[in-house]
């Protein structure tokens, strides 16, 4: 099985009671990729996995991104049994992004993150449409492939691509990267993107 706008919220109310069987705490984990799309119905695909950027709390009213350098045991076990249950890849629920906060997020990220409730134990923060245009496009410069396909379907506007491509020079400050890019974005279309940065 894969997760799908259809069945995310089954999958993520499992997990929360998961939590519980296996004694955990509560827990807010940050979610973009495929997931966060689909769960968010901006894309109707289906993904293998969920990529988890961090946890997140609010602190004096204002919201901190904390790395994961890997998952408490609880929440392990409880994703196990998941992935047993609705016939998931074993690591369906991974850190493969975390990194990115090192690296930067887009600014004032943290205010555009939605958040849903699953339960007594977990809420999930979905990286909303701007910042998926973003990471789908740092992505796809880097991969041309299905990443391309979503930054398409989520049909940025001329400032939303700009404001995205200027991000994305912060990650890789070379002249190659720089050509690069600008070499993708006249590829799929977007020449007065290209000529603006």
């Given at each position: 099985m894969e997760?799908?706008?259809?069945?995310?919220?089954?999958?993520?109310?499992?997990?929360?009671?998961?939590?519980?069987?296996?004694?955990?705490?509560?827990?807010?984990?940050?979610?973009?990729?495929?997931?966060?799309?689909?769960?968010?119905?901006?894309?109707?695909?289906?993904?293998?996995?969920?990529?988890?950027?961090?946890?997140?709390?609010?602190?004096?009213?204002?919201?901190?991104?904390?790395?994961?350098?890997?998952?408490?045991?609880?929440?392990?076990?409880?994703?196990?049994?998941?992935?047993?249950?609705?016939?998931?890849?074993?690591?369906?629920?991974?850190?493969?992004?975390?990194?990115?906060?090192?690296?930067g997020l887009p600014d004032e990220f943290e205010k555009r993150l939605i958040p849903m409730n699953y339960g007594k134990f977990l809420s999930v923060y979905y990286t909303g449409r701007i910042d998926q245009i973003h990471f789908k496009l740092y992505a796809a410069v880097d991969r041309d492939d299905y990443h391309t396909q979503d930054l398409a379907a989520l049909k940025p506007n001329e400032d939303e691509l700009k404001a995205a491509a200027k991000w994305v020079l912060t990650q890789d400050v070379s002249e190659t990267f720089m050509l690069i890019l600008k070499d993708f974005l006249r590829k799929n279309g977007y020449e007065k993107v290209a000529e603006k940065i």
């Open positions: 997760l799908d706008s259809s069945n995310i919220n089954e999958i993520f109310r499992a997990l929360d009671a998961q939590i519980g069987v296996f004694e955990g705490t509560s827990i807010n984990l940050v979610v973009c990729g495929g997931t966060a799309l689909a769960a968010l119905g901006l894309i109707n695909r289906t993904t293998k996995d969920t990529d988890v950027l961090g946890t997140i709390e609010k602190i004096e009213g204002k919201f901190h991104i904390y790395k994961i350098e890997k998952f408490p045991d609880w929440l392990v076990g409880a994703a196990q049994v998941v992935a047993r249950d609705f016939g998931l890849p074993e690591y369906w629920l991974n850190l493969g992004p975390a990194s990115q906060l090192e690296s």
